[in-house]
């Protein structure tokens, strides 16, 4: 059902596959809270548990919006000029389904710098 609203309203789930709840009796831990955005943000958003349950069953869970870091976008890109074939060969070399385990920064760290090497 919650998969259905999902995909129905087109919202993202923020968790990773850390545990939000610990039972008190069992200590056995699970994913029971779900943070849920816009996909407009999803990228946006940092989302981690934190380990301190302040006397709670659930961990607290931390939601940061937007980035401290800056994005160093090079204004120099002429789009128009950039060999799409070449730079998708590179991406696919780089980034395909040899190496599902990339994490998001990692991705955009090698777009970009296949960007900064292909369009000038």
Known sequence: MVEDILTKHNLCVLNDTSPTYIHPTTGSSSAIDLSICSPDIFLDIQWKTLED???SDHYPISILYGSTETSSVISSWKLRKADWM????EAREQLGCSN???SLDEFSEKIIAIANNNIT
């Open 53 to 55: 349950l302040c006397g």
């Open 86 to 89: 070449f730079i998708s060969q």
């Open 100 to 102: 599902p385990g990339v």
